[in-house]
């Protein structure tokens, strides 16, 4: 059969895409839930997952820690409207900066744009969706025209901006964020990538090339000659001077991915490549659906992190995994941090502060680079030699 876009004239989208429509689910600091996870939630995973909502709302929130909070989302969480947890976090200031899978960004944006995703059933003939012009991600469905309008604001958007040459994807989300929110006024109620980029918070992807907004950059660059291109080095050394400014450092890990290690990967680059003896982080949350036992990244426990200087030795009390799925699991995390005492934080607003933090991994980089010359050249030289 030859190739076409999904849907066929005459076929009727209607029955699948006569679910609720998903809407961004924010949450209020619910004391039910608090008492639930308190008191309720008392063994297994759930033991897990109330140890890390304590961890996160009274060390990692407490003020006087001043942790830099780096939250990691994998997994299709803005397509299954979680959106709207990460957008009350950014705004309470309770992450500073969001490393996310291109997927997760580019879904966010049918919400900024007024598209519906609706609620559905896993068990639905693919075939006839197919017929029908409706997109499935498990149980959420969209039609497909929403791929193809969200695809051409991003495409207007890269002509409006007027974009060319590398830049880091903390600037382009950014970008595309004061976009949305000329064009689409109040969209940061519904966006990630607006929200964030209103309360100041940058936005990475580890692996841009990996998703429909990758894909438009693509297009853009054959079809317009542009030179317009993500400079993933600039990620990997403003995500590294990010965390070197941390008074303390910690993380929310929702599933695995490139993500984890993007964010993981900071400390490692700091000691092992800059030679900057930074230390590990301070605080380690992850919820997930990954195993230790297949030996991957995505399910590799904080332990294993202490190895690599990803995860400072002393601190394991301070790390938690809890094996869930992010869907469940997170709202209720959200719902318990909004409604503590340390439920609201000033924002650090990172994305007008990374020139100023590269400056300064420059600074210490150079630092540690001279001395580990002179220190090389004090044990060549012959004084060094006599015992
Ligand atoms: N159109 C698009 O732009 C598009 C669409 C889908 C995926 N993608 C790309 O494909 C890649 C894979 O995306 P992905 O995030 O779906 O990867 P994935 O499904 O491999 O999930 C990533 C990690 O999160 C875990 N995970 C997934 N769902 C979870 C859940 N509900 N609860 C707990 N853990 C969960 C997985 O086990 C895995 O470790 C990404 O790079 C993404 O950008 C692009």
């Given amino acids: 059969m030859p190739h076409r876009a999904p849907g066929s004239p005459g076929h009727s989208r209607q029955q699948f895409l006569s679910g609720k429509p998903i809407r961004y689910y924010r949450p209020k600091g619910s004391p039910d839930i608090r008492q639930l996870v308190d008191e309720g939630f008392q063994a297994f995973n759930a033991g897990r997952l109330s140890e890390a909502c304590g961890i996160f709302s009274q060390k990692m929130l407490d003020p006087a820690e001043d942790t830099t909070i780096g939250l990691t989302v994998a997994g299709a969480l803005t397509p299954a409207g979680l959106g709207g947890c990460v957008i009350e976090m950014m705004e309470r200031g309770l992450v500073d900066f969001l490393i996310s899978t291109g997927a997760n960004l580019y879904h966010d944006l049918h919400y ?93 992807t580890s692996s841009p090339g990996d998703s429909s907004i990758g894909m438009n950059l693509a297009y853009h660059e054959l079809m317009n000659n542009s030179r317009l291109m993500i400079d993933p ?50 605080y380690f949350i992850q919820i997930t659906t990954d195993q230790v036992v297949w030996g991957g990244l995505s399910g590799a426990t904080p332990a294993e992190a202490v190895s690599w200087g990803k995860v400072n030795p002393g601190v394991l009390p301070d790390t938690v995994v809890a094996y869930c ?13 909004v409604g503590s005492p340390n439920g609201r934080r000033q924002r650090k607003e990172l994305v007008h502060k990374r020139d100023e933090l590269l400056a300064n991994l420059v600074r210490d980089a150079r630092a540690a680079r001279e001395k580990r010359a002179s220190d090389a050249s004090a044990l060549d030289s012959p004084v060094s030699n006599v015992k």
């Fill in 112 to 204: 900024a744009l007024n598209f519906t995703l609706h609620r559905g059933s896993p068990f639905v003939d693919d075939v006839a969706l197919y017929e029908d012009g409706v997109i499935r991600i498990y149980d959420v469905l969209f039609p497909a025209t929403v791929l193809l309008e969200t695809d051409a604001y991003i495409r207007d958007f890269i002509l409006r901006s007027g974009l060319d040459g590398p830049i880091a994807t903390s600037e382009f989300h950014y970008r595309l964020g004061l976009d949305l929110l000329e064009q689409y006024p109040g969209c940061e109620e519904h966006s990630v990538v607006a929200r964030a980029a209103r309360a100041g918070v940058p936005l990475y």
């Fill in 233 to 282: 080095n600039r990620d990997v050394n403003e995500v590294c001077a990010i965390v070197l400014a941390g008074k303390r450092n910690g993380c929310v890990i929702l599933g695995g991915g490139s993500p984890k290690n993007f964010y993981l990967q900071a400390q490692p680059t700091l000691w092992e490549v800059y030679g900057i003896p930074k230390g590990g982080n301070d």
């Fill in 325 to 337: 799925d992010s869907t469940i699991a997170f709202p209720i995390f959200c719902e318990y941090a």
